[in-house]
T-cell receptor, first 115, second 112 residues
């Protein structure tokens, strides 16, 4: 299994809703990532978990709350989002915990629309 | 800080044409360099990588050579197909190993 699986594929939510994005990998990878990608822009790093511990938080607003329940799962909890948070949210994983040569495996993303 | 600059698209080509996408970078030390491809409606996939100067990465007919003297990592393919239509991202991984810095992306459209 060489896939990173993200659910849901599409999500529409209001500004007062609470929702969660889920990501799963069964490759035994030790690092997992959340990226945000606006239309026609490159992905922007949000969070990195290494060995299930948060290692990088790129000054992301607190309305985004990551969680890594175990080495295979990564969640992103959403609360009180703004319309400008509408984007494609990509999950990725890598085998090790941060070597410079590492290949990232990306999921297909969750397309989020905030109304 | 680290940065990657790549040519803006869209690049429109006919099938079997030669493709070049320019990429230059700024980084301290000796970064690793990558090309990722994003097909419509999908996440990113690693296309190729190079980890040191003069390394050549290659995959699926695509090639790129790590040129430290010109801080470049240009992507080339000799004969493109319609299926190569996608957005291509140049990226580097520097001293903070698990943090990729992406270029702005280049959209490529190959017409039959």
């Amino acid at each position: 299994d060489t896939e990173v699986t993200q659910t849901p594929k599409h999500l529409v939510m209001g500004m007062t809703n609470k929702k969660s994005l889920k990501c799963e990998q069964h490759m035994g990878h030790r690092a997992m990532y959340w990226y945000k990608q606006k239309a026609k822009k490159p992905p922007e790093l949000m969070f990195v978990y290494s060995y299930e511990k948060l290692s990088i938080n790129e000054s992301v607003p607190s309305r985004f709350s990551p969680e890594c329940p175990n080495s295979s799962l990564l969640n992103l909890h959403l609360h009180a989002l703004q319309p400008e948070d509408s984007a494609l949210y990509l999950c990725a994983s890598s085998q090790g915990a941060g070597g410079a040569h590492e290949k990232l495996f990306f999921g297909s993303g969750t397309q989020l629309s905030v109304l | 800080g680290d940065s990657v600059t790549q040519m803006e698209g869209p690049v429109t080509l006919s099938e079997e044409a030669f493709l070049t996408i320019n990429c230059t970078y700024t980084a301290t030390g000796y970064p690793s360099l990558f090309w990722y491809v994003q097909y419509p409606g999908e996440g990113l996939q690693l296309l190729l990588k190079a980890t040191k100067a003069d390394d050549k990465g290659s995959n699926k007919g695509f090639e790129a050579t790590y040129r430290k003297e010109t801080t470049s990592f240009h992507l080339e393919k000799g004969s493109v197909q319609v299926s190569d239509s996608a957005v291509y991202f140049c990226a580097l991984s520097g001293a903070a190993g698990n943090k990729l810095t992406f270029g702005g992306g280049t959209r490529v459209l190959v017409k039959p």
